[in-house]
């Protein structure tokens, strides 16, 4: 069974500022994960994902995600953010490609101060 | 581009009644989900489909039913809902490439 970790539930920063949202998994098989992002009463909007290949992956509005083996993580940065950057972020993890159940973590609400 | 559409929005009833949800999806993707959210919580998987008339259930199936009677629509039910519940509903569809696309999301308040 994969699970997903998100381990800040809150996460605070100055316009302009670079951020990282963090994301743990564990799952003993090959993995597929991805970053969606949720704007307040809004669906979920789909921003990156990862199954293989360059570690480093890039998604839309600037966000790029890092894929670590050792770490079990894959953590969501971005250099600059701006306030329409403030939502809530959820990283996904399915166990193979094509596998499709697909499980969420709890969430990181980011929060963009002017 | 295509779209999902969840009916209805905003869905209230009483405690004991069967309610069911809805949601079309126009992208011809084979998969389809429905996920749960508890305010300000993460999504937690009811039920999915990978083909029409196929269900799957995920970590929270029981007290839910699910139907996917045609390939564009999957449907939820909620057999027996439970007083002062309220979440969000979110229906989503995939292509099995690991990008959901998801549905605004259906409001259940229990009186």
């Known amino acids: 069974t994969q699970t997903v970790s998100q381990s800040d539930a809150h996460v605070t920063v100055f316009e302009g500022d670079s951020v990282e949202l963090r994301c743990n998994y564990s799952y003993g098989g090959s993995i597929y994960l991805s970053w969606y992002i949720q704007h307040h009463g809004r669906g979920l909007q789909f921003l990156l994902k990862y199954y293989s290949g360059n570690p480093v992956v890039q998604g839309v509005n600037g966000f790029e995600a890092e894929f670590s083996k050792s770490d079990s993580s894959f953590h969501l940065r971005k250099a600059s953010v701006h306030w329409s950057d403030s939502a809530v972020y959820f990283c996904a993890v399915s166990a193979d490609y094509g596998n499709e159940k697909i499980t969420f973590g709890a969430g990181t609400k980011l929060t963009i101060k002017p | 581009g295509g779209i999902i559409t969840q009916t209805p929005k905003f869905l209230i009833g009483q405690e004991g009644q069967k309610l069911t949800l809805k949601c079309q999806q126009n992208f011809n993707h084979d998969t389809m989900y429905w996920y749960r959210q508890d305010s300000g919580k993460g999504l937690r998987l009811i039920y999915y489909s990978i083909t029409e008339n196929d269900l799957q259930k995920g970590d929270l199936s029981e007290g839910y039913d699910a139907s996917r009677e045609k390939k564009s629509s999957f449907s939820l039910t909620v057999t027996s809902a439970q007083k002062n519940e309220m979440a969000v509903f979110l229906c989503?569809?995939?292509?099995?490439?690991?990008?959901?696309?998801f549905g605004e999301g259906s409001k259940l308040t229990v009186l």
């Open positions: 989503a569809s995939s292509m099995n490439t690991g990008q959901l696309y």
